[in-house]
């Protein structure tokens, strides 16, 4: 019984069907989320069709809002052996509590600028080096951004 011959596919051709670019590959690559692709003697990545694999799982990650140093670590923890299920658990119950708190500062700061809007109306306009609107409202600050940890 002759073994399969494993088929193989250069960086653009896997780049074009993934639908991402070659230099988001070689950052991927660099960040261990790919591994390390075999090489031809001239030095072209070849990957397998497993690729395409680990491409979907990389997209469905970050859908779900992992960074990808967490889909880094998830993998790295898979390929030792052991389930990183428990981690996946503990990184999306946090996203979670940090989302909540995001969806809390919006509503705060929708009510605020809602009400702000509403005297806004039954003022009109005010004079002001700019927009006296702008410069007399009591909103000092927008919701704060979503930075990385």
Same mark, same amino acid.
């Given at each position: 019984?002759?073994?399969?011959?494993?088929?193989?596919?250069?960086?653009?051709?896997?780049?074009?069907?993934?639908?991402?670019?070659?230099?988001?590959?070689?950052?991927?690559?660099?960040?261990?989320?790919?591994?390390?692709?075999?090489?031809?003697?001239?030095?072209?990545?070849?990957?397998?069709?497993?690729?395409?694999?680990?491409?979907?799982?990389?997209?469905? #990650?970050?859908?779900?809002?992992?960074? !990808?140093? *967490?889909?880094?670590? +998830?993998?790295?923890?898979? /390929?030792?052996?052991?389930? =990183?299920?428990?981690?996946?658990?503990?990184?999306?119950?946090?996203?979670?509590?940090?989302?909540?708190?995001?969806?809390?500062?919006?509503?705060?700061?929708?009510?605020?600028?809602?009400?702000?809007?509403?005297?806004?109306?039954?003022?009109?306009? #005010?004079?002001?080096?700019?927009?006296? !609107?702008? *410069?007399?409202?009591? +909103?000092?600050?927008?919701? /704060?951004?979503?930075?990385? =940890?």
């Amino acid at each position: 019984m002759t073994p399969q011959a494993v088929r193989t596919h250069k960086i653009g051709a896997v780049a074009r069907r993934a639908e991402l670019g070659v230099e988001t590959l070689r950052y991927y690559e660099r960040l261990g989320l790919l591994g390390s692709p075999r090489r031809t003697e001239s030095g072209y990545r070849l990957y397998t069709d497993a690729i395409f694999a680990r491409l979907e799982f990389i997209r469905k #990650a970050q859908a779900m809002g992992f960074t !990808l140093e *967490e889909i880094a670590r +998830i993998i790295q923890e898979s /390929e030792t052996g052991r389930s =990183p299920c428990a981690d996946v658990r503990r990184i999306a119950r946090r996203k979670l509590a940090e989302l909540d708190e995001r969806l809390k500062q919006l509503r705060r700061y929708r009510n605020e600028l809602a009400q702000t809007l509403a005297e806004w109306d039954k003022k009109g306009s #005010a004079a002001g080096r700019i927009c006296g !609107l702008i *410069e007399e409202s009591h +909103i000092a600050h927008p919701p /704060e951004k979503r930075h990385k =940890p």
